[in-house]
């Protein structure tokens, strides 16, 4: 089994701080799979799901989005299961629906998502 627990999302004023967490667990994710990347995307209402960063094992190598540099910062523990999302200096436009993904092994993990809403 497979299993991606987000958390953290919630209702904040613009320029507040958020941190999301994700969780995988079940057989298929180990902590000695080092090909196992994880990342977040988001989706807005009437928008595509665009990716927003990623980390690799090793928790050094991170990409970001252009909208969300310098802002956001993805971290990934020793126990490579668990994705932090720390966003700061929210804007309205960051609001949206946040999914954790694991990449691993070629298939693609996706959780239930988390909600973000930003207000002016």
């Known amino acids: 089994q497979a299993q991606l627990v987000e958390s953290g999302g919630g209702s904040v004023q613009a320029g507040d701080s958020l941190r999301l967490s994700c969780v995988a667990s079940?057989?298929?994710?180990?902590?000695?799979?080092?090909?196992?990347?994880m990342g977040w995307y988001r989706q807005a209402p009437g928008k595509e799901r665009e990716f927003v960063a990623r980390?690799?094992?090793?928790?050094?190598?991170?990409s970001y989005a252009e909208a969300v540099k310098g802002r956001f910062t993805i971290t990934r523990p020793n126990t490579k299961l668990t994705t932090y999302l720390r966003m700061n200096s929210l804007k309205t436009k960051d609001a949206a629906m946040y999914y954790c993904?694991?990449?691993?092994?070629?298939?693609?993990?996706w959780g239930q998502g988390t909600q973000v809403t930003v207000s002016s």
């Open positions: 079940g057989r298929t994710f180990s902590t000695f799979d080092y090909d196992m990347d």
């Open positions: 993904k694991v990449q691993i092994r070629g298939m693609d993990y």
């Open positions: 980390i690799d094992w090793s928790g050094v190598n991170t």
